[in-house]
T-cell receptor, first 111, second 116 residues
Framework: AQRVTQPEKLLSVFKGAPVELKCNYS??????LFWYVQYSRQRLQLLLR??SRESIKGFTADLNKGETSFHLKKPFAQEEDSAMYYC?????????????FGKGTKLTVNP | GAVVSQHPSWVICKSGTSVKIECRSL??????MFWYRQFPKQSLMLMAT?????????EQGVEKDKFLINHASLTLSTLTVTSAHPEDSSFYIC????????????FGPGTRLTVL
C-alpha cells in the first residue's frame, strides 16, 4: 500500500542553521513526490515537486529511489521558514491520480 | 496565480441539519477537484475525488450518502454534509487541479464545521 512517512512531528532549529525534514515513501509505481507548506493561518501551498528539480525559497529536495526518500533541505534556515511541512506522494488509482500526505512536520526556526 | 476559494470559511450548525460547502477555482478550469478532511494537529485525509460531469469517487470508509459531492461545472464543486452530527465537526479542505497549464493541485483555505 502507498504510504508517506514523516518521522519528525516537531523540528526546532536556530536561524542560520541547516535544516532537513525527512520524508520516506512506499509505493509500487513510479513515484511523483511533492513538498507542501502551510504557514500560520494560511492555506496549504506547493513548495516544490521532484520532477521540477528546482530550488524554492532556498529549499531543495532530491528523490532517492534506493532509499525511498525525498528529504527537504535548506542550508541556512530563516525565521520565516517556520511552518508546517507536508510531504505528499501522487498515486495512480483506478485511472485517477490522488495525493497521499504524510502527517507533517512542524518546523520552528528560533532567532 | 491560480486561486481556489471556499465558502463558507466557518459554519456552526445543529445536529441533524445539512451543510453545504462550496469550492471554486477562480481563474482556471478544474475537471478534477478533491475534498479532504483534517482533524486537529493531523494530516489531510482524502475523502473523495470530484469529477466534473460524473460521479465522485469516494475513499474507503467515507459514506457517500452522508457526504454528497456535486461537480456541476468546471469551476465549482460542492460538498454537502447531510444529517450532520458532532463527530462530523472538522476542517474540510478542497483542492482543484489545473491540468492545462501547471498540472498542480491548488488548495482552498478550508471550512471549519462545528456541529452542536
Amino acid at each position: 500500500a502507498q504510504r508517506v512517512t514523516q518521522p519528525e512531528k516537531l523540528l526546532s532549529v536556530f536561524k542560520g542553521a541547516p535544516v532537513e525534514l525527512k520524508c520516506n515513501y512506499s509505493y509500487s509505481g513510479s513515484p511523483e513526490l511533492f513538498w507542501y507548506v502551510q504557514y500560520s493561518r494560511q492555506r496549504l501551498q506547493l513548495l516544490l515537486r521532484h520532477i521540477s528539480r528546482e530550488s524554492i525559497k532556498g529549499f531543495t529536495a532530491d528523490l532517492n529511489k534506493g532509499e525511498t526518500s525525498f528529504h527537504l533541505k535548506k542550508p541556512f534556515a530563516q525565521e520565516e521558514d517556520s511552518a508546517m511541512y507536508y510531504c505528499a506522494l501522487s498515486v495512480n488509482q483506478g485511472g485517477s491520480e490522488k495525493l497521499v500526505f504524510g502527517k507533517g512536520t512542524k518546523l520552528t526556526v528560533n532567532p | 496565480g491560480a486561486v481556489v476559494s471556499q465558502h463558507p470559511s466557518w459554519v456552526i450548525c445543529k445536529s441533524g441539519t445539512s451543510v453545504k460547502i462550496e469550492c471554486r477555482s477562480l481563474d482556471f478550469q478544474a475537471t478534477t477537484m478533491f475534498w479532504y478532511r483534517q482533524f486537529p494537529k493531523q494530516s489531510l485525509m482524502l475523502m473523495a475525488t470530484s469529477n466534473e460531469g460524473s460521479k465522485a469517487t469516494y475513499e474507503q470508509g467515507v459514506e457517500k450518502d452522508k457526504f454528497l459531492i456535486n461537480h456541476a461545472s468546471l469551476t465549482l464543486s460542492t460538498l454537502t454534509v447531510t444529517s450532520a452530527h458532532p463527530e462530523d465537526s472538522s476542517f474540510y479542505i478542497c483542492s482543484a487541479r489545473d491540468f492545462l497549464f501547471t498540472d498542480t493541485q491548488y488548495f482552498g483555505p478550508g471550512t471549519r464545521l462545528t456541529v452542536l
